[in-house]
Each structure stands twice: as structure tokens, then as C-alpha cells.
């Protein structure tokens, strides 16, 4: 059992600021990498950052320069601070784990709920 629970969605005003968090918990032995998605209606799942167990980063185009991903491996979280917030960045985020559960065995992608960032004036 692996379950991700994310916070930190809202509405805000373009140019502004939100800092989405991820807990990963249950039969957990070690995640690999982490990622965050997002989907708006009428398009396809995206994925915005992802980071490896490391620390390794990569961003879509699209938030190049704006959106820092993180992780905290002891709390096993990872975060998505999102700054200088566009219209086009509505959508809703998704939080994603690959988890390895035991010590064999291969590994699974696991999701979040999903929460609502929408950015309007």
C-alpha cells in the first residue's frame, strides 16, 4: 500500500506564487524518481519536473526558469515551488512517485489525487 497525498493548490493572480507539496507513505523501501504532471481539459497529461533520487532536475520548456521541483528523501516528499504564474499554468497538478515497495522486485508508478492550480486575473 503506497499512497501519495498532495497540498498547496489555490487560485491565484497572475505573476504570483504556489508551492505544491507531495508526502509519499505506506509499504514504501525506496522511491526513485519523483515528478510533477498536470493536464488541463481537453489536453493531454504533461509532465512539468522531475527529479532522481539524487537530485537530478528537469523542467518542461514551458517552465523553464519559473518552476523549481525538490525532495526531501528523509520525510519523503517532493515539492513544486511555482513563481511568476501564467494563465496557460491552469491546470490540474499531479504528484508521481516510482516506488519500490520491497527489497526485490521491480518498481511502480503511484499518483496523487491530483489538486487544482488555476491562475487568473
Known amino acids: 500500500q503506497v499512497q501519495l497525498v498532495e497540498s498547496g493548490g489555490g487560485l491565484v493572480q497572475p505573476g504570483g506564487s504556489l508551492r505544491l507539496s507531495c508526502a509519499a507513505s505506506?509499504?514504501?523501501?525506496?522511491?526513485?524518481?519523483m515528478a510533477w504532471y498536470r493536464q488541463s481539459p481537453g489536453k493531454q497529461r504533461e509532465l512539468v519536473a522531475s527529479i532522481t533520487s539524487v537530485g537530478t532536475t528537469n523542467y518542461a520548456d514551458s517552465v523553464k526558469g519559473r518552476f523549481t521541483i525538490s525532495r526531501d528523501n528523509a520525510k519523503k516528499m517532493v515539492y513544486l515551488q511555482m513563481n511568476s504564474l501564467k494563465p496557460e499554468d491552469t491546470a490540474v497538478y499531479y504528484c508521481n512517485a516510482d516506488v519500490r515497495r520491497y527489497w526485490y522486485g521491480n518498481s511502480n508508478d503511484y499518483w496523487g489525487q491530483g489538486t487544482q492550480v488555476t491562475v487568473s486575473s
Open positions: 505506506g509499504s514504501i523501501f525506496s522511491i526513485n524518481d
